[in-house]
């Protein structure tokens, strides 16, 4: 179901109900597959189940039910040849490459049925637009088309040579776009999935090294943006963010040079640039980075959601405790929200955590916003069942606002009886790379039952791990933004600061 709905939300947003490829009346009444088009596209069918027990009274694996659902796949399908590029919402760039796919579709049917001639007539169209906006991959194709054409049906020697070269030329592009795109890969799935990645050196600057003297050769747009976020990503594992700030600048001004370049290219540098201010706190500059997002991302957007989320992040390091609970309502309550991934909300569902426990400690004011109900930590780890399995990674501050809450709300015996458990945890996954900070703050909130919840013994307790956290502090944590939603030496002086009051 999730292909179809994926089909069904594309196909809807373009405004094509009006093409009739989903489905005519028949002698007076709606198709079926139009029908179950227009159910799910207004929700009222979320599953396979749904669906197959309203048509036909079975499971999904019905035969007649899987016949519907892929006449109604193979209608959608057909349906994107038909979307319209002159509405709002397309950049020139999506306007040209969904046009010359469009074409070069085409191409390739008129020379299956021997059409070569007009076949090369849209071709050659085609190759002007491509050329312009730097498609390597079809400007590949078209050269190796036009190449044979004029070597057998209509042999030109000028012609000939003119594209043969040109073949050569756009194939090493090709080549040098594919190697960039690898390597960027590899260092995203990497960081995200590879549990073995946290514990190994970055290999983010040996990869930019490797294309960096490609860059005289090649100026493409796909080209540039991955080696500009290779050398940013290499430069933040190496915790140096103001250089990292530099390299963002540097891939803005290359990229502004590029008449074409899409907004969300941009996007990417200054998301990249925003998180490097949050790091060395720089609010205000980072302030100017949110408005300047801000102008160039579409409302709920993924881009847009990605914007509140640092934005947020920015207004709890700044100490704007309402601010943040705006941003984190406005986003919530946008009807683009639910559209995102697992991961996505879960994140969302863990900065909800956070203010709820400023707001239990008094830290965010009950008259800046609406009452919230008791926090219920069983309910909240349902929630995030994908981050709660993360043992390196977004774990750690639901680990963090687990134990806050049990000593905000003067559960000790619960937080006692789980000393055990969270120091194995630190032994286990938070070594001294980079959760280090998360390390010593966690075995800095350990002191608190140690100390049986005196403040003043804790106090003492804590000098320590404070000093370890000040000989290295944040800026110097390669993934600080993340897994410190609240500056640890913030976060606790506000748990310090709770122990002597009563239960709320």
């Known amino acids: 179901m999730e292909v179809i709905q994926d089909l069904v939300d594309l196909v809807s947003r373009n405004k094509l109900k009006s093409i009739e490829l989903l489905g005519q009346a028949e002698q007076g009444r709606i198709s079926m597959v139009n029908s179950l088009y227009v159910k799910i596209a207004s929700r009222e069918f979320c599953t396979d189940e749904e669906a197959a027990q309203y048509y036909f009274s079975a499971a999904p694996t019905d035969h007649a039910y899987r016949k519907l659902k892929n006449q109604l796949k193979n209608r959608l399908v057909n349906a994107l040849f038909f ?45 002007k637009r491509a050329e312009y906006y730097q498609f390597s991959e079809l400007l590949v194709n078209i050269s190796k088309i036009l ?20 073949h050569t030329q756009y194939v090493q592009l090709w080549q040098s776009e594919n190697l960039a795109e690898d390597l960027y890969i590899r260092l995203v799935y990497s960081h995200l999935f590879d549990q073995n990645a946290s514990t190994e050196p970055s290999p983010a600057r040996a990869y930019y090294e490797q294309l960096a003297p490609l860059q005289e050769q090649h100026r493409s747009y796909h080209f540039l943006r991955h080696v500009y976020l290779l050398k940013v990503a290499a430069l933040m594992a190496e915790v140096n963010y103001t250089e990292a700030v530099l390299a963002c600048d540097e891939a803005l001004a290359e990229l502004s040079s590029i008449e074409f370049v899409p907004k969300v290219a941009f996007l990417t540098f200054l998301y990249q640039k925003l998180v490097c201010h949050i790091q060395l706190k720089n609010y205000s500059e980072g ?52 559209t995102l991934g697992k991961r996505a909300l879960e994140k969302w569902k863990i900065y909800e955590a956070w203010l709820e426990y400023l707001l239990f400690i008094g830290k965010l004011k009950s008259s800046s916003v609406e009452a919230s109900g008791k926090f219920r930590l069983n309910k909240f780890l349902n929630e995030v069942p994908i981050f709660s399995k993360d043992k390196r990674g977004m774990n750690v501050p639901i680990l963090v606002i687990q134990i806050l809450f049990l000593i905000a709300q003067k559960r000790h015996d619960v937080v006692l009886s789980r ?29 608190i039952p140690k100390a049986h919840f005196h403040p003043q013994t804790v106090l003492s307790r804590s000098e320590r791990y404070l000093k370890l956290l000040e000989q290295y502090p944040l800026q110097m944590s390669p993934q600080g933004y993340e897994l410190e939603v609240i500056p640890f030496e913030e976060l606790w002086a506000m748990v310090w600061g709770s122990l002597g009051k009563r239960r709320a």
Request: aromatic share 14%.
């Open 287 to 338: 302030r100017m980075v949110v408005e300047k997002a801000l102008e160039l991302e579409k409302e709920g957007s993924f881009n847009w959601f990605k914007n509140r989320e640092l934005c947020l992040i920015l207004a709890l390091h700044t100490h704007n405790y309402p601010e943040a609970h705006q941003v984190w309502q406005s986003a919530s309550s946008h009807p683009s929200f639910h």
């Open 147 to 166: 190449r044979l054409y004029y070597s057998t049906r209509q042999p030109d020697a000028r012609k000939l040579k003119y594209y043969d070269e040109l």
């Open 419 to 447: 000393i055990e458990a969270i120091e194995r945890y630190c032994s286990r996954y938070l070594k001294q790379d980079e959760n280090y900070r998360c390390n010593v703050f966690i075995r800095l909130l350990l002191q």
């Open 83 to 127: 979307i319209d590029v002159k509405q709002a919402g397309y950049s020139d760039w999506d306007r040209a490459y969904i046009s010359c796919c469009k074409e070069w579709a085409a191409v390739k049917i008129l020379l299956n049925r021997g059409a070569s001639k007009i076949a090369v007539d849209l071709a050659l169209k085609i190759f």
